[in-house]
């Protein structure tokens, strides 16, 4: 018999830099409800009181999607989200959206933190030389744990270029063996740690390929696993989104081995009373943004959310904004898993924020019935992939204007049964016109006449907001399962 030790674990992904508390979706009793939920004075409030229960015995991870995602986040480059990780007194992280100010700032912003970022996936394409350290080792209650990070693989592949300057992303199957070997020879850790921004099924294959990670800690496919999911001796957890609940696993760990565990999915409640020094610094970072993001521009009849795969209230919202800014047939935008819900009732510029922070130009480009049928194939071959190394997207991409009908379970390229924009079948060489936001909105190899407009879409869904209010924004019926 071994000496036994007890370690919490505690995991937040996908926070999306959502600073204050804020609406949520929840399933219950048959049907969608919301309610306030988050906030890192909160997460501040129910990480102390763990620690408080097992004192010196306590890991608290970060997968990522935290340093952007919201207005003050963005116009400081996610330099306002640094104070508030110190505070927490995070572990180690790793990364996704943080590419979006370019690898340059985000390395300045990992210099910034007090925990080391972590990747073993993201080299200078230049030296071939990671840009994060792959591992961090905490001694944590006699054990040496070893902390290893995987950032998003997707940031070179679908993103755009900017995220990506100078460096490549693997998807780490192939480092990572040897990082365990010398985890386990070298440095004789006692458990290893996997904090991966790879998704839910893409950890789910990597762990059935690579043996010897003891818990992965899971993010960006925004999954409340209420109960943890074992892949071999591998114990998977992921714990939502936009720091509305943070995942707990208590250890018992006996001779190396994990002899016993517990997990909760804990709801960061409205009830839970905030961490004052957290939430002082808080109220201190988000002051100056104060004035301008509580001003309500309109009003919504209907509950607007991104919790849904196939289309969206949110971005059906947003889709009709820019079919009546540009006049185009058709409209897309990517399928974004951030932005927090919106009730019926006020919409404020803070709400807008959320939905779309970075305020891209609105596009338009033309595109044949061909290229439409091509782009949407290949955004359903990377959502819905039966390769979870493939799925690359969010959901669905968010169209309007036209109407299809698709099998998921078809191979690649042969997804969709029909096709129609307004009424009428898709013709291959009719030319259509689409108005967009991003690169993920519609990707540069497709169509032509490709512009940018002087226009932001936060001004075009302001514009809609006071021509309109209240809007009504319900599901359509763009997109269908047959
Ligand atoms: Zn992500």
Redesign the pocket.
Known sequence: MGNKTYLSIIQMN?SHAYFDIHQEIFWEDGHAVYRPAGGYARIAAITKQIRAENPGRVLFCDC??TLHGTYPALKTNGEAMIPVLNVLGLDAMTA??EFAYGPDILKKRAAELDFPMLAINVYDQASNNRIFQPYTIKEVGGLRIGLVGIA?NIIDKTMPPSYSEGIKFTLGRDELPDIIEILQSKERTDLIILIS?L?FPQDMKLLSEVPGIDICLS??THNRLFGPVRQGKTIVIQSGCDGSFLGRLDLEVEDKEIADYRHSLIEVASDVIPDPEADALIQRILAPYSAELSKVVGQTATALNRATTLESTMDNFLLQALLENTGAQLAFSNGW?FGAPIVPGDVTMNDLYNMIPMNPPVSTVELTGKELLEMLEENLERTFSCDPYLQMGGYVKRCLGLTFYFKIENPSGHRIQKLFVGNEEAAPDHIYSAAFVTMQGVPQKYGRNRKDHTDRIIDVLQNYLAKHSPIDAELRGTVVVV
Do not use: L
């Open positions: 996908d990522g999607d996704h959206w998003s921004h998704g993010g960006h898993r």
